[in-house]
């Protein structure tokens, strides 16, 4: 495998291959609605079995719809924060660094990888659902759709802030928010999708 890490990071226009392998480098690159669509369909498909197949109360299934959401939002956090702007302390964590999120940060308009890969997503999102249904049991069809609910709205929110021109109304702080990480201060506003953990963890900054 090979990676070309460029440094300093800098705001490129345009795009740069990650991987010399044509196919690792053509599966590094997603069309957003993929994903989006996947975690969609899959979220309703869960939700319907957790309605029609299980003994889960209406309300129980609403509370476990919204847990799994507010879980994600602090996962897309701590991901964020812990895992993608994590010290470049060795050659691999310098690498694997690049290929999560630093070559991210160094074209990030480039519309191709602003989602993890499919096919990476699908492995990863059966191993959590995996170990979240050995937590929760039958609880696990309603809590995980409100997960992969909260991941399909952050991948919307992160692409729509790179893709279009902020808006002028109410959402033009989604994108003032994350163009403060990108632009300013990386160690700020580690949330896409909200502001909630950075309040709370104090990382939060209206202006950088
Ligand atoms: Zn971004
Ligand atoms: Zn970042």
């Known amino acids: 495998m090979s990676v070309n890490a460029e440094k300093p990071r800098s705001n490129h226009s345009g795009t740069q ?99 993890m890969p499919p096919a990476l997503a699908i492995l990863i999102g059966l191993a959590l659902f995996s170990i979240t249904f050995m937590g929760l049991g039958e609880a696990a069809y309603a809590f995980f759709p409100g997960f992969l609910s909260g991941y399909a709205g952050y991948l919307f929110v992160h692409f729509i802030v790179h893709a279009y021109k902020p808006p002028r109304n109410v959402f033009k702080w989604l994108w003032i928010n994350h163009a403060i990480h990108h632009y300013k201060n990386d160690t700020l506003n580690y949330g896409v999708s909200s502001p909630l953990w950075d309040y709370i963890f104090k990382t939060y900054s209206s202006k950088g």
Request: net charge positive; hydrophobic share 45%; proline share 4%.
């Open 17 to 115: 291959s990650l991987f010399k392998n044509p196919i690792l480098e053509a599966l590094s690159r997603t069309h957003i609605a993929v994903p989006i669509s996947i975690y969609l369909i899959s979220s309703a498909g869960l939700g319907w079995y957790a309605f029609t197949h299980t003994a889960l109360q209406k309300g129980m299934i609403g509370g476990l719809l919204v847990s799994g959401l507010i879980v994600f939002t602090l996962v897309e956090y701590a991901t964020h924060r812990g895992i993608f702007h994590m010290e470049p302390t060795t050659t691999l964590k310098s690498r694997l660094q690049y290929i999560f999120h630093g070559i991210h940060h160094d074209f990030p308009k480039d519309q191709t990888r602003l989602a």
